[in-house]
Every structure is written in C-alpha cells, then in structure tokens.
C-alpha cells in the first residue's frame, strides 16, 4: 500500500503516558499477582516486566550509537536473533527480586524517555533498520508500550480510549505502508475496511491496532490471510 503520514499526536507525550501507566499498574502489584499469566503468549506479568527492563539495552545502544557494542554482548551469551533475545533479557531476571527489575526499568526508560525527547523527532537515531527519524522510532515504543499494558491489564480510562485507538491505528496504516505490504486499508466511519485480493473486512479502529500487532481474539472472525497480513508492529 502507499505510504501515509504518522500521526499528528505528539510521540513523547504518548510513551510518557503509557510509561506511567505501566508504572502505575506494576507499583500495585504483589505476591502472585506477578506470576499471572499476560496476554502475551508464555510470559506472566513479571516476564513482561523483564522484557521491557531488558530491551533498554538495545534502546540505549541506539542513543549511544553503540549497536555493534551490544551485538558483541550478546554474542557471548550466545544470543543469535531476536527471538533469543527477547528470551534472553526475560530468563536471566527470573530470579532477580522484581523490585530491583522495577528499579531498573523505571531508571532505564526514564532515561530513554528524556534522551528521545531531547534530540527531538526529525533528528535521526542509529538502529538496526538503519538510521531512523527519532519521532517515528519513539511512536514504535509507545506501541509497544501500549500493547503489553494491555498485555497485563492496566487501567485505561473509557474517556481515553478513542484517542488511544486512533494514534495506535494511525501509526499501524502508516507501518503498513512504510513497508509496502499488499493489504488494501481505508478509513471508514467507524474504523477501516482492510482487503487483500478477494477477501475483505471492516474493523473498528481498536480492533484494527489490536491486529496490527498480532493480538486479535482467536475467535475473531477476520480472515486468516487478512490477521497475518496486518501484522506490522509485533
């Protein structure tokens, strides 16, 4: 599909928002609430935790343009993709007290939050991809931000739900472009009409973002073709 613009909303205030709702919800958990299981598939809420205090490795080895410092890290672990890592930054805080993983999160993001902010959207960030506009890489966490809050169950207000979907749908059209994928995406009063060859559906925006990341429902009816075609951002 042709290549849209990102939406217009401002994406430091976003991750910001969702880092505080991430934080907002881990600050009230304790005991077993952290072995519950997340909507992510094989992880409970503490592997979700991980995932993100871990993932700032890769997140600061791009503020400091430093990745081939990182890859050579993780060589040494025995680390080859990044399936391996994602398990790898999960599996060697298992058995850290999750405060100390809270502790480094909060302190970890913090400090990516305020350095993205800092250089601005049009400057440009080292990353695997290659060099990436700083405001575009900054919305791909705020999706990813998004989607393990709800991947745990924090709280979204019904008032901020609208605006929520949209960004996120917003910014799934524009992926979708960025890389060329063949499905068809239109909007429509009430979310989009999404088609690939003969097949087609209607999703309301929320449904749309959900699918953009691989978490539609099992139930869902959307075609499978149309569900894998969608994934861009998971």
């Given amino acids: 599909m042709d290549a849209q613009e990102p939406p217009a909303a401002n994406p430091f205030d976003i991750f910001d928002s969702e880092a505080a709702r991430l934080d907002a919800h881990f600050a009230g ?19 979700v935790l991980a995932h993100l205090a871990g993932e700032e490795l890769y997140n600061h080895a791009c ?5 081939d410092g990182l890859f050579a890290r993780l060589e040494k672990e025995g680390v080859a993709d990044l399936a391996g890592f994602n398990d790898w930054c999960v599996r ?20 990516t939050r305020a350095r993205m902010r800092e250089l601005g959207a049009d400057a440009m960030l080292a990353t695997m991809a290659g060099p990436y506009p700083v405001g575009l890489q900054t919305f791909h966490y705020c999706v990813e931000y998004a989607t393990h809050a709800d991947d745990v169950g924090a709280l979204v207000d019904p008032g901020e739900q609208p605006g929520r979907a949209a960004w996120r749908a917003e910014f799934g059209v524009f992926t979708l472009g960025e890389n060329d994928a063949p499905v ?30 691989g978490r539609l429902p099992d139930d869902h009816s959307l075609p499978a073709s149309l569900r894998s075609a969608l994934v861009c951002l998971a």
């Fill in 29 to 47: 958990l304790s005991g077993d609430d952290w072995d519950r299981p997340s909507r992510c598939a094989g992880w409970s809420v503490r592997d």
């Fill in 63 to 67: 503020l400091d343009d430093d990745l």
């Fill in 92 to 111: 060697t805080r298992r058995d850290l007290p999750v405060a100390d993983v809270l502790a480094e999160w909060r302190r970890t993001n913090g400090d």
């Fill in 184 to 213: 068809q995406v239109v909007q429509v009063p009430g979310g989009y009409r999404v088609q690939l060859e003969d097949e087609s559906a209607e999703l309301t925006a929320a449904e749309f973002a959900d699918a953009t990341v």
